[in-house]
C-alpha cells in the first residue's frame, strides 16, 4: 500500500507491524527471520524508539543463539543506529565483532554501517576506500541499494567538509526515487536540502522538502517533524526560518539522534551569524562544536569552528574524541568485559582465543593505567 497509494496510507499497517514486532511473544524463529526487515521499517517511518528497541533485540537474539549467517546483518544493523544516536565509539567498537563473524563464516558481508560511520565521522579516507567496496560488492550481489547507500554516504560526508556543490550532486543520485519504502532515500533528500540552499538553488531544495515532507508528517513522530523542520528553516526567512529552527531543536532534543540534534544547532548558528546576530550564533555553533567533538565527528566539528572564528570567537580547540588510545577490537574487548563477560565468552563473541582476550586487556589496563578488571567497569 506504501508504495501505490502513497505514506500516509501505508502508515498505520506497518505501524501496526512495528508494535506487533516489539512484542515479548514474537519467536525466535520469527526474530531472526524478520528483525533485519522491521529495523529498516522503523527507520523509513521515522520511529526511533521503535528501531532501537528492535535492533537491540535483534542483536541479543543473535547472539544468544550463535545464528552465524544472521549476526552480520544484526551488527550492522546496531552500527547504524549507533551512529544516528551520535555513539559513533560504539558503532566503531562493533567493526572487530563483525570483521571476526565474517572472517569466521568466509561470508563476504556489504559494510553499509562502516561507511555511513565513516561519512559521519568526516574520515574521507576511510570514506573513500569503503564507498569502493560496496561499490563493487553491492554491484556483484545486484543490490540497488548499494547505490543509494554510497551517494547518502557522500553527501554527507562533503556536506560535512562544505562541499556542497559535491554534496549535492551525490544526494540527487541517492534519491531519484524517493517514494520507496526506503529510509536512506530519505535521508538523502535531507542531505539535498542542505546542499542545495548552500549553493542559491531554492527551487531544488524546496523539490526535496515536498518529497521529504510526505514521509515525515505520515510519521508523526519527534524524529521525522524535527528534521522536516530543520529542512524547512533552511528554506525559510525571517520568523518563520527561526521558529522553525526552534521548533527542530525542541523535537530532536527528545530524540536519540543526537547527530541530527547537533547539526541543527550548526545551522541555526550559521543562519544567526548570517542575520548579524552574532552573539546568539556563537551559543548555537558554541553548543554545536561540543557535541560534534564529544561524538568524534570530525568534519562538522571543524566546520562549526570555521563557524564560530566568522563570529569573532576564538575556539579553544579540543581533541576529537574517538576512543582514547584503544583500538577497534580492544574498546570492543573493554566493552564486553564491562558488560560482566568472562574472557571465554569474549573470546566466543570475537572468534579470537582466550590467550588473546588476555594480551589485548593487558594492553587496555596499561592505556587507561588501571589494574583490574572492576577498576575497568567502574
Not at 13 to 22: D, H, M, N, P
Request: aromatic fraction near 8%; glycine fraction near 10%; hydrophobic fraction near 40%.
Amino acid at each position: 500500500m506504501g508504495y501505490t497509494d502513497g505514506f500516509a496510507a501505508g502508515m498505520p499497517t506497518l505501524q501496526r507491524a512495528l508494535v506487533a514486532f516489539r512484542r515479548p511473544d514474537v519467536s525466535e524463529e520469527d526474530g531472526l527471520r524478520w528483525f533485519w526487515l522491521t529495523c529498516r521499517v522503523a527507520r523509513a517511518l521515522w520511529d526511533e524508539e521503535a528501531w532501537e528497541a528492535i535492533v537491540t533485540r535483534f542483536l541479543q537474539l543473535a547472539r544468544e543463539t550463535g545464528a552465524l549467517s544472521v549476526l552480520p546483518l544484526a551488527l550492522s544493523a546496531r552500527t547504524l543506529a549507533h551512529v544516528f544516536a551520535g555513539e559513533l565509539d560504539a558503532a566503531e567498537a562493533l567493526g572487530g565483532e563483525l570483521h571476526g563473524v565474517t572472517e569466521a563464516t568466509g561470508s563476504p558481508f556489504v559494510p553499509y554501517g562502516a561507511l555511513m560511520l565513516a561519512a559521519w565521522r568526516g574520515r574521507e579516507d576511510e570514506a573513500t576506500d569503503l564507498i569502493e567496496t560496496v561499490l563493487d560488492e553491492a554491484v556483484s550481489r545486484g543490490e540497488g541499494l548499494g547505490l543509494t547507500v554510497t551517494g547518502l554516504a557522500t553527501a554527507v560526508l562533503n556536506n560535512g567538509f562544505g562541499r556542497y556543490e559535491e554534496a549535492m550532486a551525490a544526494a540527487e543520485r541517492s534519491s531519484e526515487h524517493p517514494e520507496e519504502l526506503n529510509a536512506s532515500t530519505a535521508w538523502a533528500l535531507v542531505e539535498l536540502v542542505e546542499a542545495a540552499t548552500r549553493i542559491g538553488m531554492p527551487e531544488r531544495a524546496d523539490g526535496a522538502l515536498q518529497q521529504l515532507a510526505k514521509s515525515t508528517r505520515a510519521s508523526g513522530t519527534d524524529w521525522g517533524l524535527g528534521i522536516e523542520a530543520r529542512c524547512r528553516a533552511l528554506t525559510s526567512d525571517g520568523y518563520a526560518a527561526e521558529r522553525a529552527y526552534r521548533e527542530a531543536l525542541e523535537r530532536l532534543g527528545r530524540t536519540r539522534v543526537r547527530g541530527e540534534l547537533a547539526r541543527a544547532h550548526l545551522l541555526y548558528g550559521e543562519w544567526l551569524r548570517r542575520e548579524g546576530r552574532r552573539l546568539d550564533a556563537r551559543e548555537q555553533l558554541r553548543t554545536a562544536y561540543e557535541m560534534f567533538t564529544a561524538m568524534g565527528m570530525e568534519a562538522f566539528a571543524r566546520r562549526a569552528e570555521r563557524e564560530l572564528g566568522a563570529t569573532g570567537e576564538t575556539v579553544r580547540r579540543r581533541p576529537v574524541e574517538t576512543g582514547g588510545e584503544l583500538t577497534a577490537q580492544e574498546a570492543q574487548v573493554a566493552r564486553l568485559v564491562r558488560e560482566g563477560l568472562t574472557n571465554p565468552e569474549i573470546g566466543a563473541r570475537l572468534f579470537i582465543s582466550s590467550r588473546t582476550v588476555e594480551y589485548h586487556l593487558h594492553k587496555i589496563f596499561g592505556k587507561l593505567g588501571i589494574t583490574s578488571r572492576k577498576q575497568l567497569r567502574r
